[in-house]
Every structure is written in C-alpha cells, then in structure tokens.
C-alpha cells in the first residue's frame, strides 16, 4: 500500500488531497553516463488551487485547479512533471481522479517493474497503454526533467529549442452580459498577454484592426480579442 506523507505547499492557498510514495528502488549511476537513469524514488502529489476568478463554459464552471504533480528523485535529483485535467468533463474525458488511478494502478508500478528510465523511449514504452493522455504527460515530463537536471542544461535545450520570449494568452469563460466581459479582455493585454480568446456573449460582438488580420488569422478570429479592439452591441 502507498504510504501517506506530509508535504507542505509553497502555494497559501493550496490545498494538498493525496501524496504518496509507490515505490523505492535501490537507484545508481553508471560511472559513463548514457540516457539511461535508475529512480531512487516515484511520488504523486494531488494539489488544488484557487482560480482567481471561476471559469465558465456550457457544460460547467470550474473555480479549483486541480493538478496531479510527479516527483521522481536520481542521484540527489529531483525531476517534476505535471498532470493537469480539469474536472468534471467539461472539457475532457479524463478528470483527476482518472489521471490519479491511471498513474498509482498502471503507469508507475509498470515503470517500477522495469525502472531503467530513458527519455528518448519513455514515450514509446508509455505508448503501450491506451488512454488517459494526461498522465502520460506528467510522467514523461517528469523523466525529461529529471534528465535535464542531470545533464545540467535546461531542458528546452535538450530537446532543440531556443531560448526566446513566448506568445502568451488567456482565455476567458462565459459571461452573464458584455459590461462582466469587458473588464478581463481588457485587464489581461495590460498584463503582457498577447491575445485573448473570448467565450461568446450575448449581445456582443467584437471588430479588429487590420494588423490583426495580417499577422495570425485563426478560425476563432471572430471570438477573439486582442490588445486594439473596439466592442459593441447589437
């Protein structure tokens, strides 16, 4: 049975559900380093976290992130990975509890059996079981990062990236009337985002300037917002 342990999060407002330990290895180094690395430890942490405001869309409202983090420590290193569907099925299949179930009963303790991690063919060997994409994701995030780590180079660099500043965005949920949508669409670009996607409105719609559709037309054009935007009612 997986053991019960404190943790205490950084985040004031968090709220720690679960945290477990599913498996300890007697872990080493090769004395010439390859991909491979050997996991002295696998922990989940089951986390929530207030949304500052809650999000809306047809099928539900969310107010909670909840968040299911992988820890994997090597060699006095630690590797973090997040697996982060929302609730309910608003917006997938998969919920938190799927994704906690997923990795306890299948994906780590098959890791465990054969616990030689390399991340060039994490993704191949997680492949074998069908579903629940999520926590794939955490846990192949957690090996690539421990991998970084090790390596001593970001892990952006390991897999061909550049070191750049990042498009950013934020989308807003539905809104009772256009006076509640007009304060985030017009709060978030002042933070730096640069576009916002918008939930449909009643009563509203939205005209763009000519730079916007010259530079990155989506087929969510007409639902987006962006730092110069005029709205009106019909």
């Not at 477990?20 to 929530?48: D, E, K, Q, Y």
């Not at 892990?155 to 500043?165: A, S």
């Amino acid at each position: 049975m997986p053991r019960i342990l404190s943790w205490r999060a950084k985040h004031p407002e968090m709220t720690v559900l679960h945290c477990c330990t599913l498996g300890r290895i007697s872990g080493f180094w090769a004395a010439n380093r390859t991909n491979s690395m050997h996991p002295s430890s696998i922990r989940l942490h089951w986390v929530r976290v207030p949304l500052w405001e809650p999000f809306r869309i047809s099928n539900g409202e969310v107010s909670v992130k909840d968040a299911i983090l992988v820890q994997i420590e090597a060699g006095g290193t630690t590797g973090w990975g997040e697996a982060s569907p929302l609730a309910g099925s608003a917006y997938s299949g998969e919920t938190p509890q799927s994704t906690w179930d997923f990795l306890r009963q299948r994906l780590v303790p098959a890791l465990l059996e054969q616990p030689e991690l390399d991340p060039l063919r994490c993704f191949e060997r997680l492949s074998n079981f069908p579903g629940e994409p999520f926590a794939k994701a955490g846990l192949e995030g957690a090996v690539w990062d421990l991998y970084a780590q090790q390596s001593g180079v970001p892990l952006w660099f390991l897999l061909g990236g550049h070191k750049r500043p990042l498009a950013s965005g934020a989308t807003v949920g539905l809104m009772p009337d256009l006076s509640e949508l007009l304060n985030p669409v017009q709060r978030f670009p002042r933070q730096g985002g640069m576009w916002t996607w918008c939930a449909p409105c009643a009563g509203a719609s939205a005209t763009f300037p000519s730079w916007w559709t010259q530079t990155r037309p989506t087929s969510s054009t007409t639902q987006a917002f962006s730092r110069n935007w005029t709205a009106s009612t019909s």
